[in-house]
Nanobody, 119 residues
């Protein structure tokens, strides 16, 4: 069974940093395309960042560009989201999502980790 387990969320002051992790299992992680998606209170899902299987191509939403960095360690089956310069509007539940493995479409989500940015 595919599992994605996020960790690293918490309460941080504006301007602070957090690093989220997502540990994956039960699929060929090194061939997967991964994303981070968030949901702020009372709002819909917002795509944040994506990374290809090799980790040499990434994309970021305009709202986080220059502040957030997605990366991965295929030896550890883990994808990361380094978040710097956090703002109150970054408050959300952050989800890890796998949408492709090799040539196959996937659609699995983690349980989410809460990030709260507040003074």
């Amino acid at each position: 069974e595919v599992q994605l387990v996020e960790s690293g969320g918490g309460l941080v002051q504006p301007g602070g940093s957090l690093r989220l992790s997502c540990a994956a299992s039960a699929f060929t992680f090194s061939r997967s395309h991964m994303s981070w998606v968030r949901q702020a209170p009372g709002k819909g899902l917002e795509w944040v960042s994506a990374i290809n299987a090799d980790g040499d191509s990434t994309k970021d939403a305009g709202s986080v560009k220059g502040r957030f960095t997605i990366s991965r360690d295929n030896a550890k089956n883990t994808v990361y989201l380094q978040m710097n310069g956090l703002k109150p509007e970054d408050t959300a539940v952050y989800y890890c999502h796998v949408h492709r493995v090799g040539g196959r479409q996937y659609d699995y989500w983690g349980q989410g980790t809460q990030v709260t940015v507040s003074s």
